[in-house]
């Protein structure tokens, strides 16, 4: 059984699918692993860690991925990647298949098994496999970090002999795992919270946190959950109500991070251009779903966008901006999953197909687009 792990080759990706933690356990089930030169470097990872934990260091992706059973990445393969990947061989990733349906297409022809870490099931079990929330965890702290970087004033209220500084007020809006952490870290530094969310269940969290939670919350509101525990596309009534509420708070807001989503839609727009012009001088955005389109109207990928006197941070990859813990985290997410995959007696690939977790992950096997999100829109 063998393990490749190539460098991640898109740019900005400075993350890396496993660690020397992750590559020991591997060989304790029986992996070989091989890791590509310098595949952690931009997590702090040395190549002469990975030797020492047991990997061999490949001189090229080619060589990192050829004679893989088990090919581990960050980001989906590239076209290249691709290439080098053989038939039959488990791709773990996660995929961003929303939007890049030729891209799936292209794993399906080349007879990849390609499973999309983000869709792994909300349940207790897989708690220790979900990326979405170590990655999203990673980026709610960073994301204020940021702010206070780009923010003229202190977060905390100091009252000192030359006078009071007051506290920043920091507005989350998207209460879920990114915009919680958001709150801890803001309320860490000394800010006064505040946050929205459309599901009625993040209200008991917000204020658990310390926060006060603000929202529209009328019937639509309190239907508002899905059965996974995702948010549903709020009617573009409620989304009028929503904006005239956050119209009148956002205008007293230093700092707004914004986090919201909907599973495999654009981000709702909720930051308006009319909004922004009511900050004050010095305020500081950070849209964490620039990614999906953005929560703000003016975010710019990967930039920081000045409206006015209004700082916009539309940074891309935010977890990777802490690429060696998020490294650590997403490894051992990878692992814990991975491990599900082997018959350890035998020392073998064993995958059980009807697994659930399985089956909500595997987006192409046998030549084919099988998930049922995807495999409906070809045909
Ligand atoms: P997400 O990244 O999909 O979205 C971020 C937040 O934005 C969510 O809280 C969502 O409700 C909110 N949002 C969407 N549209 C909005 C709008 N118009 N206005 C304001 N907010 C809006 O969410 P997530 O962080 O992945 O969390 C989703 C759910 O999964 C939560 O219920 C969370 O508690 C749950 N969860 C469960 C587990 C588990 O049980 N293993 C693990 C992690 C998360």
Redesign the pocket.
Known sequence: MKIGVPRESEANETRVAATPETVKKFIALGFEVAVEKGAGTASRILDADFTEAGATIAASAEQALADADVVLKVRRPSAAELAHIRKGALVIATMDPYGAEAEVKAMGDAGVTAIAMEFMP???R??VM?V??SQ?NLAGYQAVIEAAEEYDRAFPMMMTAAGTVPAARVFV???????LQAIATARRLGAQVTA????P??KEQVESLGAKFIAVEDEEFRQA?TAG???KP?SEEY?KK?RELVASHIAKQDVVIT?????GRPA?K?VTSEMLATMKPGSVLVDLAVERGGNVEGAKPGKIAKVGDVKIIGYLNMPGRLAASASSLYAKNLYAFAETLVDKAEKKLAVNWDDDLVKATVLTRDGAVVHPAFAAEKQ
């Open positions: 909300r349940i207790t897989a708690q979900d979405l929330s999203a809006m998207g209460a879920g795992v990114a915009g929205t969310d459309v599901r269940a993040a959950e525990g995702y948010a709020m989304q929503q986090t919201a989503l909907i599973p709702p909720l």
